[in-house]
C-alpha cells in the first residue's frame, strides 16, 4: 500500500465522517449514499471506508476522550476540523494497529502534514497519558477488563516501534537528518603515558605579627549603675509597705473568716464522725427501698415570694371577716337564706340542663337510625342504575370498535400521502451543510487573527506587571528600625492635666482596689442583717398560713360531702325524654328487620354480564398495541431510509386529536 493511497483513504474517512448526521441518517444509508457519490472508489477501498466508518461510529466515546484531551491539552491552536481526522488515526491505532502494523500505520501518519501529525502523536502515544487519566476516563464508559485487554494491551506492545515513529517525525520537523550507525575498527589497548610530578618546593616561613598591648579594662564596669540601685531600694521599700498592710489586715478580719476550729467543735465532729460509721454496713446486700404511700397532706415547699403573697391573701380575708363580723354587731341582715334560695336554684337549673342533654344524645341516635334506613334504600337504588348503565355500555362499546376500523383505514392513507411528500428534503439539507461550511471557513479565519493579537497585547501586559512586581519587592526589601524604648516612670508629654507614668497609675489602682473591698464587707453586712429580718417575717407568715390552710381544708371537705348527696339524689324524670327513649328502640327493630330481609341469593346474571365485558376490553387493547408496533415498525423503517418522521408524527397526532374531539359526544 504506497503513502498516497493512504493519504486518499484517509481523506475519504474524513469526509464521510464530516457529512454525518446520526440524528437524521442511518449508518447503512449514509455508507450507500456516500458511495453513490463516490464512483471511483474501489471494492477494497469501500470495504476499509465501511469498517473504519463504522467503528468510529460505535467507538465514539472512547475517540472523543482522546480528541478533546489534544484540544484541550497540546492542540488548542490545532483547527476544529480536522477533529474527524484525529478520530479515524485514534481508531486505527486502538483497534487495528494489529491488522494494519506500525509499516502501513506509518504510511498513514506519514500521509498527512508533519506538524499535525507530530503533536497528535506526541500526546497520543505519550505513555503517561495513556495509563493515567486515559485510562480513567475509558474505565468510566466500559469495564476495567474489557480497557485493560481490547485497548491498553496492543497498543502498549507495539509502543516502543510508535515512538521511534514519532522521533522520526520531529526529526523531519526539524530538517535534522537521520544518524547513520558506522562500522569501526576495535580500539587497541595501550600503556597509559603519565606525566612525572615534580618535586615540590618548600614554602617560606610567615613572619608572626606582633599583637599591640590592650588597655586595661575600666573600674567602673565592675560598679553597679546608680539606676539600678534605686529601683532595688524602691522595691524594698514597696514590699515592706506591703508586709506592714497585710499584718494590720490579718489582725482586723472578720471573726467568719477565722479557718481555724475550737476545741469543742472539733470534739462535736469526731463524735458525729464515729456515729455515722457505726452505721455503715459494707458487707450488706444492697436493696431499693419501697415506696411509701402518698400522704393525705404533703408538704409544699415554698419560696419567699409565695409565702409572702399567700400571707397578704389569708391577711386580706381576716380583714375582710372582721369587718363583716362588726357590720352584723351593727345590724346587718345575715345573707344565709339568700344563700340558701340561691343553692336551690341552681340545683333546679343543673337538673334541667341534665334532662337537655339526655333529649339531645337521644335525638341524635335517632337521626343515626334514620341515615342508616336512608343509606341502606339508596344503596338498592344505586344498584337499579348500575345495571342499566352496563347495558348502555355494552352498545356504546359496540359502536366504538366500528368506529376505529373505520379510522385506521383513514390513517393508513395519510401516511402514505406524507412519505410521497419528502424526496427533495435531503437535496436542500445538503446544500444548506456547504453553505454553513463556507461560513465557518470565512470566521475560523478572522478568529486566528484576532486571537493573534489578543496574545500579543497579553504578553506586553505580562511584562510591564512583572517590572512592576520588582520594583515593590526591592522598595518591600529595605529593612526598617521599628524598636521602641519604655521607660515606666515617666509621662506621655501631652500636657494634659491627669497625665501620670505607668508607675504612679499601678500606684492608684492598688489604693482603689482596697477602697472598694472596705466599701464591699460594709455592703455585706448590711446584707446579713436585712436577711435575718426577712427569715424572721418570713416564719411569722408561715404559721398563718398553716392555720388557714387547716381551716379551708375542714370546710372543703364538708362541702364535697353535701355535694355527693345531692348528686345521689339527682333523677332525671322528664316525660319528653321517656318518649324519645322509646321512639328510638322502635326505630332500632324496624332497621334489625329490614336488614333481615334483604339477605337474599346472589344474582348470578350482572356476573356474566361482568366478564363479558372484561374479555371484549381485553381484545380491544390487544388490537391497540398491535397497532402501535405496526406503526412504530413503520416509522423505524423511514428513518433507516433518510425520511424524516417529525412532520409525519405531527400529522398522525393532529389526525388523532381531531378524530378523538368528533367521537368525544358519542362516548361521552
Not at 27 to 43: A, C, G, M, P, R
Not at 197 to 207: A, F, G, R, T
Request: charged share 35%.
Amino acid at each position: 500500500m504506497s503513502i498516497s493511497n493512504c493519504g486518499r483513504l484517509l481523506k475519504h474517512c474524513k469526509g464521510i465522517l464530516d457529512c454525518f448526521d446520526p440524528t437524521t441518517v442511518g449508518v447503512d444509508q449514509h455508507i450507500q449514499t456516500y458511495f453513490k457519490d463516490s464512483q471511483e472508489l474501489e471494492e477494497n477501498d469501500k470495504t476499509f471506508i465501511t469498517e473504519v466508518f463504522s467503528g468510529c461510529v460505535k467507538h465514539t466515546k472512547i475517540m472523543k476522550v482522546v480528541v478533546d484531551g489534544f484540544y484541550l491539552q497540546d492542540g488548542k491552536n490545532c483547527l476544529k476540523v480536522d477533529r474527524n481526522l484525529y478520530t479515524v488515526l485514534c481508531y486505527l491505532a486502538l483497534h487495528r494497529l494489529d491488522e494494519l502494523g506500525v509499516a502501513n500505520f506509518s504510511k498513514f501518519i506519514r500521509s498527512q502534514d508533519v506538524s499535525k501529525m507530530y503533536k497528535f502523536s506526541g500526546f497520543f502515544l505519550d505513555e503517561m497519558n495513556l495509563t493515567s487519566w486515559m485510562k480513567d476516563e475509558w474505565n468510566h464508559i466500559y469495564e476495567s477488563s474489557y480497557v485493560q485487554v481490547q485497548l491498553l494491551s496492543p497498543i502498549m506492545r507495539w509502543l516502543p516501534e510508535l515512538q521511534e515513529l514519532v522521533g522520526l517525525l520531529g526529526d523531519k520537523l526539524t530538517n535534522k537528518s537521520p544518524s547513520k550507525t558506522r562500522s569501526r575498527t576495535p580500539t587497541k589497548v595501550s600503556a597509559f603515558k603519565l606525566t612525572q610530578p615534580k618535586p615540590k618546593s618548600l614554602p617560606m616561613p610567615e613572619e608572626i605579627p606582633k599583637v599591640a598591648r590592650p588597655r586595661t579594662v575600666p573600674k567602673s564596669n565592675y560598679v553597679d549603675p546608680r539606676d539600678d540601685r534605686l529601683i532595688q531600694e524602691a522595691k524594698e521599700r514597696n514590699r515592706r509597705r506591703a508586709e506592714e498592710q497585710l499584718l494590720e489586715a490579718t489582725k482586723k478580719q472578720f471573726t467568719c473568716a477565722n479557718s481555724e476550729k475550737s476545741a469543742k467543735v472539733k470534739g462535736r465532729m469526731a463524735k458525729i464522725e464515729a456515729e455515722e460509721e457505726g452505721k455503715l454496713q459494707f458487707n450488706k446486700t444492697k436493696a431499693r427501698k419501697a415506696p411509701s404511700p402518698t400522704a393525705d397532706h404533703v408538704p409544699i415547699k415554698l419560696n419567699a415570694a409565695t409565702i409572702l403573697r399567700e400571707g397578704a391573701l389569708y391577711q386580706k380575708r381576716e380583714e375582710e371577716q372582721i369587718k363583716k363580723l362588726e357590720s352584723l354587731e351593727a345590724g346587718a341582715k345575715d345573707p344565709s337564706q339568700f344563700l340558701e334560695w340561691q343553692q336551690s336554684m341552681r340545683q333546679r337549673d343543673l337538673e334541667a340542663e341534665l334532662a337537655e342533654i339526655e333529649r339531645r344524645r337521644l335525638e341524635g341516635k335517632l337521626s343515626l337510625e334514620d341515615a342508616i334506613l336512608a343509606r341502606q334504600n339508596l344503596i338498592r337504588e344505586n344498584k337499579q342504575k348500575v345495571d342499566d348503565m352496563k347495558m348502555e355500555a355494552e352498545q356504546l362499546m359496540q359502536e366504538y370498535v366500528e368506529r376505529r376500523l373505520q379510522e385506521e383505514e383513514i390513517l393508513k392513507q395519510v401516511v402514505e400521502e406524507i412519505m410521497s411528500g419528502h424526496e427533495n428534503a435531503k437535496k436542500a439539507k445538503q446544500r444548506m451543510q456547504q453553505y454553513k461550511k463556507k461560513i465557518v471557513a470565512e470566521v475560523s479565519k478572522e478568529s486566528r487573527e484576532l486571537l493573534k493579537q489578543a496574545f500579543e497585547e497579553a504578553e506586553a501586559d505580562m511584562k510591564r506587571k512583572v517590572e512592576l512586581i520588582q520594583q515593590i519587592r526591592a522598595i518591600e526589601a529595605i529593612p526598617k528600625d521599628r524598636t521602641k524604648l519604655v521607660d515606666k516612670t515617666a509621662t506621655a508629654g501631652h500636657a494634659l492635666l491627669s497625665e501620670m507614668s505607668i508607675a504612679e497609675l499601678k500606684e492608684r489602682l492598688g489604693l482603689l482596689r482596697i477602697s472598694r473591698q472596705e466599701a464591699l464587707e460594709n455592703k455585706r453586712d448590711d446584707i446579713l442583717e436585712s436577711k435575718g429580718a426577712k427569715d424572721q417575717m418570713l416564719m411569722e407568715k408561715i404559721q398563718q398560713i398553716t392555720r388557714h390552710r387547716s381551716a379551708e381544708g375542714q370546710a372543703t371537705q364538708n362541702r364535697n360531702e353535701e355535694k355527693k348527696l345531692k348528686q345521689q339524689k339527682a333523677v332525671i324524670k322528664d316525660p319528653k325524654v321517656l318518649k324519645l327513649q322509646a321512639e328510638l328502640e322502635r326505630k332500632r327493630e324496624e332497621r334489625l328487620k329490614a336488614s333481615e330481609e334483604r339477605k337474599v341469593s346472589p344474582n348470578r346474571r350482572p356476573s356474566a354480564r361482568t366478564a363479558n365485558l372484561g374479555r371484549q376490553k381485553q381484545s380491544l387493547e390487544e388490537s391497540r398495541w398491535q397497532e402501535l408496533e405496526r406503526r412504530r415498525e413503520r416509522q423505524a423503517g423511514l428513518q433507516s431510509k433518510g425520511i424524516s418522521t417529525n412532520v409525519a408524527g405531527q400529522k398522525i397526532t393532529s389526525f388523532s386529536s381531531a378524530r378523538k374531539l368528533s367521537a368525544g359526544p358519542a362516548i361521552s
